[in-house]
T-cell receptor, first 115, second 109 residues
Framework: GAGVSQSPSNKVTEKGKDVELRCDPISGHTALYWYRQSLGQGLEFLIYFQGNSAPDKSGLPSDRFSAERTGGSVSTLTIQRTQQEDSAVYLC?????????????FGQGTRLTVV | SQQGEEDPQALSIQEGENATMNCSYKTSINNLQWYRQNSGRGLVHLILIRSNEREKHSGRLRVTLDTSKKSSSLLITASRAADTASYFCATESGSRLTFGEGTQLTVNP
C-alpha cells in the first residue's frame, strides 16, 4: 500500500472487553513498531518486530497486552480485559530496516476509549 | 522512561521568528531523528542525523548533534503558522526507536 494503515481509526469499548488493533505496514518494510500515546504526552514504546527475529516486547505494560506479526507483514495488538487507563491513541510505524537509520512511517493511529 | 527529553515543553512565537527546540538523551545512539505531529495522530519524519555528523540542513530546518553532551537541537527558521505542531526527537540505539516527550510549538500569525 501507499502508507501504513491502521484499523479501526476509533474504537470505544466497555471495560473488561478484549480489543484487537490492526496494522498494515508498508510492503517490504521489515521493521514494525507499536507505540501508545496518551493525550498531550510523548510516545510510549510497546513492542518492536524486526524480520524473523524474536520481537522486543519489553515495553508492553502488562500481560494483558500482546502482539503478533504474521508472515512478516500485518500486525495485531491485542488488549485483554481492557481498563480505563488503556484509553489512548495506539500508533503503528514501519521502516525498511530497524537499527539502520531508516525513517519510520507512521499510521494515523487507533484512538481507543474504554468506558 | 523516555530516552529523549525535549525542552521547552511548549514554545509560542510570532510568524517569521526562529524556533529552537532541544533534545537530550541518555545512552549511546546510532542516529537521531526529528518528527512532527499534527493533531495527535501520525508522526511525519523531518530529518535524520547520524552519530558521526554534527550538523544537517533541510530547507528551513537545521539540526545539530553533540554526542559528547548527548544533545541535539532543531532550528526552524522564518517560522510560519503552518509550522504549528508537536515536534519529537527519536533516538535509535540498537534496533529500538525511542521518542521523547515532545515540544508543542505554536506560531502565531
Amino acid at each position: 500500500g501507499a502508507g501504513v494503515s491502521q484499523s479501526p481509526s476509533n474504537k470505544v469499548t466497555e471495560k473488561g472487553k478484549d480489543v484487537e488493533l490492526r496494522c498494515d505496514p508498508i510492503s517490504g518494510h521489515t521493521a514494525l513498531y507499536w507505540y501508545r500515546q496518551s493525550l498531550g504526552q510523548g510516545l510510549e514504546f510497546l513492542i518492536y518486530f524486526q524480520g524473523n527475529s524474536a520481537p522486543d516486547k519489553s515495553g508492553l505494560p502488562s500481560d494483558r497486552f500482546s502482539a503478533e506479526r504474521t508472515g512478516g507483514s500485518v500486525s495485531t495488538l491485542t488488549i485483554q480485559r481492557t481498563q480505563q487507563e488503556d484509553s489512548a491513541v495506539y500508533l503503528c510505524a514501519s521502516s525498511l530496516e530497524g537499527g539502520m537509520g531508516t525513517e519510520a512511517f507512521f499510521g494515523q493511529g487507533t484512538r481507543l476509549t474504554v468506558v | 522512561s523516555q530516552q529523549g527529553e525535549e525542552d521547552p515543553q511548549a514554545l509560542s512565537i510570532q510568524e517569521g521568528e526562529n524556533a529552537t527546540m532541544n533534545c537530550s538523551y541518555k545512552t549511546s545512539i546510532n542516529n537521531l531523528q526529528w518528527y512532527r505531529q499534527n493533531s495527535g495522530r501520525g508522526l511525519v519524519h523531518l530529518i535524520l542525523i547520524r552519530s558521526n555528523e554534527r550538523e544537517k540542513h533541510s530547507g528551513r530546518l537545521r539540526v545539530t548533534l553533540d554526542t559528547s553532551k548527548k544533545s541535539s537541537s532543531l532550528l526552524i527558521t522564518a517560522s510560519r503558522a503552518a509550522d504549528t505542531a508537536s515536534y519529537f526527537c527519536a533516538t535509535e540505539s540498537g534496533s529500538r526507536l525511542t521518542f521523547g516527550e515532545g515540544t508543542q510549538l505554536t506560531v502565531n500569525p
